[in-house]
């Protein structure tokens, strides 16, 4: 079955420094691959995605991440965090079974510290 | 941001009462889904339509039912609430080509089942 994996439910970054949240995937073809963000009390907004082509994405926001196919994961990345990037953080994968619908991690909660 | 309409925002209900939550559209897009987020659990879908009366069940559709009579409106139905039903719902929606490519999220209904 299809299934992502956040293993990590927290991380506290000090602002200015990088992060990387851990997303792993199980789907037997190829991924589409997705990061949204969730503010407190609000939707889901995207952040970037991978359909094919280059493996390197950039989205919004001065994120990034990266699709390796060989390790199953889209880790995704800043280089200096600020601290309006504190929210939740939900990895997705696009699953195709005569429908095309997003399978979701259970999300990581980033916190940023002064 | 996209046209995406839920409501309630925030509803209290006791267990075995019916439940209505409504999701409205002004894009006109074909696709439209029904997640609830639950901690631990991130996003799980519910119910999705691929226009109007036009539906079918996602991973967690047990107790709930949905309708769409109109190209606009998706409703979702808990015939008989339940204390497990206790979440922040989700409505999505997406237009006609890659669903998955620009998928919009509303801003949630909070509920709670007592």
């Known amino acids: 079955a299809q299934s992502v994996t956040q293993p990590d439910i927290h991380i506290t970054v000090s602002e200015g420094a990088s992060l990387e949240l851990r997303c792993n995937y199980s789907y037997g073809a190829t991924p589409y691959l997705f990061w949204y963000v969730q503010s407190p009390g609000q939707g889901l907004q995207l952040l970037l995605k991978y359909f094919s082509g280059d493996t390197l994405v950039q989205g919004i926001k001065g994120f990034e991440a990266e699709f390796k196919r060989s390790q199953s994961s889209f880790n995704l990345r800043k280089p200096s965090v600020h601290w309006s990037d504190a929210a939740e953080y939900f990895c997705a994968v696009g699953v195709n079974t005569g429908f095309q619908k997003l399978v979701f991690g259970t999300g990581t909660r980033l916190l940023v510290s002064p | 941001d996209a046209g995406i309409t839920q409501s309630p925002r925030h509803k209290v209900t006791e267990t075995g009462t019916p439940v209505t939550l409504r999701c409205h559209q002004t894009?006109?897009?074909?696709?439209m889904y029904w997640y609830r987020q639950d901690p631990g659990h991130g996003l799980r879908l519910i119910h999705y339509?691929?226009?109007?009366?036009?539906?079918d069940k996602g991973e967690v559709s047990d107790g709930y039912s949905v309708s769409r009579s109109k190209t606009e409106d998706f409703l979702l139905t808990l015939e008989s609430a339940t204390s497990s039903q206790t979440s922040v719902y989700f409505c999505?929606?997406?237009?006609?080509?890659?669903?998955?490519?620009?998928?919009?999220f509303g801003s949630g209904t909070q509920l709670s089942v007592l």
């Open positions: 999505a929606i997406s237009g006609d080509g890659a669903p998955l490519e620009k998928l919009f």
């Open positions: 339509s691929y226009g109007v009366k036009d539906t």
């Open positions: 894009e006109n897009h074909r696709y």
